[in-house]
């Protein structure tokens, strides 16, 4: 396990003029472009790599190579980044810097793949945000379009370098909530099926002859249905992400509310192409046999029952009033709590399909079959130069943490992304019970842990102390992180 941290508050995102290129000519850098203006991020997304000892004889040198042994020539590369929705209302650009992957990042780690590809392979980034995204502006307002932009015309090479959309459904929501519908792919060239069968987290939830009504927000329900029955639990996977050799997670560092944070494991869920197979919740509270909110709002059902009308109706006139009741009665009950749709630490469903989807990731070929022996590398580089608390992952508070954390582990470097957040990693079932698995495994014991921050190499407790900064926590989720 190889954990790396940088961390300095000074830390700020460069804007994109000098297309996120180093303000210094190191001596391993290829691009022949440099920034008239300080990039810092680059700098501690260097000094990151180098901290965690890779290619450790050679830092410093022409040949420095940091991710030469995970990318190998040839591979095809794809960067899962965290890309969830362009700028809305009212917010900031720090604010919306707290919730999307800044191009910054990405460009620098980008050169060090292209590095270790030695002129051989392909390099693709993106995500699938929400279906309702605007990716033109998404990609714009991230500095990813910048980056793309670099590698195509102002310093195009041999390798290529794709900004990718990996959705399958899209829709526009106007000012009413009314839905229409911009992209809708039935056909199966573009992703691939996963059954996770019984090895599924989910499966737990047929005992005793149990049937779960499972949903997902803003799609039709009879979907899912169809995706998930007992010993049945069907994913539908980018094929971008399916055929690469090499998966980089590009998270931001941020919280959750149906899962606690964000980061690595629940970013899997931007690998998939249909997000209508996925099950963010139950519906109904507890008593009713479902997660989807605390008993004590248990007459907040009818709206979801009103949801779930509003996305199968075949009436169009229907469909358009459904929609617009269920939007506008959201965004009153909002105010008074954000529990509804599983957002609160009853959600026991959530954390679920997201480490299913993260053993998929590593253990699933490229034609859907599963292998126990992972098929491909999975590391990943976090993003917290402005973190994001509160209501992540679509309204958080900025953070200004200043921080680029490295781990060739997800599970381990969301365990420790959890402690720069000030929070116990054993609270949250997605990394509790993913570091328990047997099965499709996504991590091996580690006797002696230890992290690298800046210059010092510390036990998991005492850089917990060290760090110090507890997030605020989503609002329904009290002290429960």
Known sequence: MIVSVIQDQTIKYPDSRDYFSPDSAWPEYRQQHISARPNPVYRAVRECLANA???????????WNPLRGMVQPGNRVFLLCNFVEQKVGRASDDDFSAKCTHGSVIRALIDYVLLALEGRGS???????????????VVQQTGAKQVEEFYARVNPGSVTVRLTDLRQHIIRRDSLGVVTTDLHVEKDGLWVEVDLGGSSLLDALYADGTVPEFRVLDYDARRIKRCHGKARHLYLMSRHVIESDVLISVPKLKTHEKVGITCGIKGCVGAVAHKDCLAH?????????????????????????VHDRAYSSESNFGRRALHSVNYLSRKVIRRFTRSMSGSWPGNDTCW???????????????????????????????????AGEGDGPLSPSPVYLGMIGFSDNVVWGDYVNCLSMGYKP????????????????LSSPVTDPMIRLNDERLTFGDYAKRFGRKFRSPSEWGETL
Request: with cysteine; glycine share 8%; net charge neutral.
């Open 53 to 63: 000892g890779l290619d450790r004889e050679n830092f410093g040198k022409p040949n």
């Open 123 to 137: 390099v693709s980034f993106g995500n699938a945000p929400l279906q309702s995204c605007d990716w033109s502006s």
């Open 281 to 305: 919740h139950r519906f109904g509270p507890p008593k009713q046999g479902g997660d989807e909110m605390p008993d004590k709002f248990s007459s907040l059902t009818f709206f979801s029952a």
């Open 352 to 386: 679920r399909m997201a480490v299913d989807l993260a053993r998929i990731v590593e253990h699933a070929d490229k034609e859907g079959r599963l292998h126990q022996e992972k098929v491909r590398k999975h590391i990943m580089l976090t993003d917290g130069i402005i």
């Open 426 to 441: 054993e609270s949250l079932p997605m990394i509790r019970e993913a570091l328990r698995l047997k099965e499709f495994s």
